[in-house]
């Protein structure tokens, strides 16, 4: 009988790929959804599902291990005592809980690194509370009914690193996270500007010998320095000042308490007052015996802080010799002005500096490009243009003599005309699948900025206007949220409500995904090719293909809306044949019957085109699988098993193409498929590939 078949296969696809199960790590977050879910379904007598959760989450549900001290054990019990507790005969009547909504003004707020607060707008229907919040932080209140707020604050940040965290509000069954940062902390070294150094000679127990500058001599015991410094932050801390003396040959002065790098150190505090110049005293260093500063000449004088140098200058120490003092003095340069600091209005003008020196002449460097120097004998004249900015600038500019250099700084305040800032709308309401609305803002600052904008919304910037876009609410309730617009130190709040899609039609545009049963009508043959020929066979050789009809689930999901009509269909289907054919065996005509069964795997991309809600069409290429469960043929009450064996293969793999229209919930397509694999046994001469020439099929998709 062999030699009246040819050779058949069916070929089984296994496109569904198993996911292997892996070993999670707690998730804290999915733990409380869980939790307050089950518990919530405790409270309206459902314990059944109740208990269901709770033991789902014992079990590893949201990972293991469990936090310490965790109460999902006493649920459990609780909801199998209510279980099994005797029925009453009164009937309980459970009235209808409203769906509990909630939802924040934002979803991210950043401080600053000294610390501040922040207000967050918390909307709901029902009662509230906070579950967890940073450790770094406090709020004002742990709950609340309805519409309410919270303010959220923390202290200066004293580490170099960013802190982060999460606020999370909780209500019923539903949980609002809101990520907090806090700016790393501000350096010691940027928080004061060291403007001058003076150098005493003092005894050990701090007696002035020789006073702040007066003529110091190799005979100097303790050299003490006194720092004059601008403060730059706002909040008092001790912060630590090293220093380096370094004698004329290049040497630096060591002793045995010196820390490593450096001569000496002191700890000042720093008060935060910002107003004007400041004076410390470091302590000084040198020996009772007067030995540490025996060779005459210019000694190197630098101030470090965390490993930034803040300041450098030189101080000259006299040798005790009247003569040799003459002639060195003589060689030393001295410069010495009359501020080290110059302040302006908005308006501009003009300050002088008196210069003393005793060099030949000084030179002023780096003055900024809006101020402009006048000279006259020992005078100088600082002329600073007027700031048409309402931000304050400063800067700063060199008066060097010989080796000499004094730094003088420049401070300009700002307009000070009253700052406005201003916006059409306060509010904004979108509806539910999203859109754009455009707010003019008007201001007299020079430049405005948006901050903490929801994560469902953005906006976009242009000149005197906002251009705010919200995305499409995927959510079952409405959401609410606010951002910021900041000109200078003016600040407005423009609130963003959004409703929920009332009654979505599952089948509207836009939908991502839906399931449905499918039923099909299938041919399908094998091609055989010797590469000179090519011939085409159903299961007999008088037959061009053999029918077969399918029946299974098809699952079209879509990306998401933003890629529009873009997405994957797939599915699982049963698919039977059977055909049937008199052949002539030893003189005698029998009716022989195929018969098999399969299974059928697609995996198309696919790209839908809806023109209205209810009618699009659809285009969709990809891979087929089939796997062939069983293959026989029955003759006159006897069964050939073996097929696949002897001429068959079980498993084919097809690339597929086709294309369908949608009515409402009714999808027909149309699908052929070309075989990728080759059937044929290893030397047979020719190739076999497995084809479906058409597949006709109507869905039913929910």
Known sequence: MGKKFYIIFLIVTMTLAALAAHAQQFDPKRYDQQRAKAMGLYSSRNYKNALSIFEAIKKGGCGLPLPAGNDIDSWIKKCNDAINAPAVTAPVVTPKQPVVTLSASHDKISLPSLGGSKTINVYSNSSWRVFDSPSWCTVDRSSGSNNGSITISCESNTMMTQRVGTLTLLAGNNAVYINVDQAEGIPDNQRIRITGVEFADKDKSGTVISDFGSTLYTTTQYLAPKVTYLNLVPEAKKIRLDYRIIDPNGTTQKGKTSPDGYTYYTEIPVSGDMSGAKYYGLLGWGSEAGTAYQTPGNYTFEIWCAGEMLYRTSVFITKTNSTTTQAVVAAATALAVSSSELSFTSDGGNNDISVT????????????????????????????????????????????????????????????????????????????????????????????????????????????????????????????????????????????????????????????????????????????????????????????????????????????????????????????????????????????????????????????????????????????????????????????????????KRFNLSGEFGGGIRYGVLNFSAVCSTGLLDQAEKGAGYTKKQNKGLMLTLGLIF
């Open 357 to 648: 020196t005793n060099a030949a002449s000084y030179d002023v460097k780096y003055l900024p490009a809006w101020c402009t120097v006048g000279r006259s004998g020992n005078t100088i004249t600082i002329r600073c243009s007027a700031n048409t900015s309402t931000q304050s600038r400063k800067d700063w500019f060199e008066i060097t003599a010989g080796e000499k250099s004094e730094r003088i700084y420049i401070l300009q305040a700002g307009r000070t005309v009253a700052l406005s800032l201003n916006a059409s709308s306060s509010s904004l309401t979108f509806s539910g699948s999203g859109g754009s609305q455009t707010v003019a803002i008007t201001t007299n600052a020079d430049n405005f900025e948006v901050r903490y904008v929801p994560s469902w919304c953005s906006v976009s910037k242009s000149s005197g206007r906002i251009t705010v876009t919200c995305n499409y609410n995927h959510e079952k309730s409405a959401r609410h949220g606010a951002f910021e617009v900041y000109a200078g130190t003016k600040s407005i709040t423009i609130a963003i409500a959004q409703p929920a899609v009332k009654a979505r039609n599952p089948f509207a545009i836009g939908s991502t995904g839906r399931a449905g049963v499918s039923f099909g009508y299938v041919q399908k043959h094998w091609k055989f090719s010797d590469g000179v020929t090519t011939e085409k066979y159903g299961f007999w050789d008088n037959t061009s293909s053999i029918s077969g009809y399918q029946a299974g689930v098809r699952i079209n999901s879509y990306f998401s809306p933003k890629l529009f009509g873009l997405g994957l269909t797939y599915g699982a289907f049963y698919e039977y044949y059977q055909s049937g054919a008199n052949v002539d065996l030893d003189g005698e005509t029998y009716y022989v019957t195929f018969k098999e069964h399969s299974i059928y795997v697609p995996l198309h991309l696919t790209y839908r085109v809806d023109f209205t809600r209810q009618f699009g069409i659809f285009i969709s290429g990809g891979l087929g699988a089939d796997y062939g469960i069983e293959a026989k043929l029955h003759l006159d009450g006897e069964t050939s098993d073996g097929l696949y064996d002897e001429t068959f």
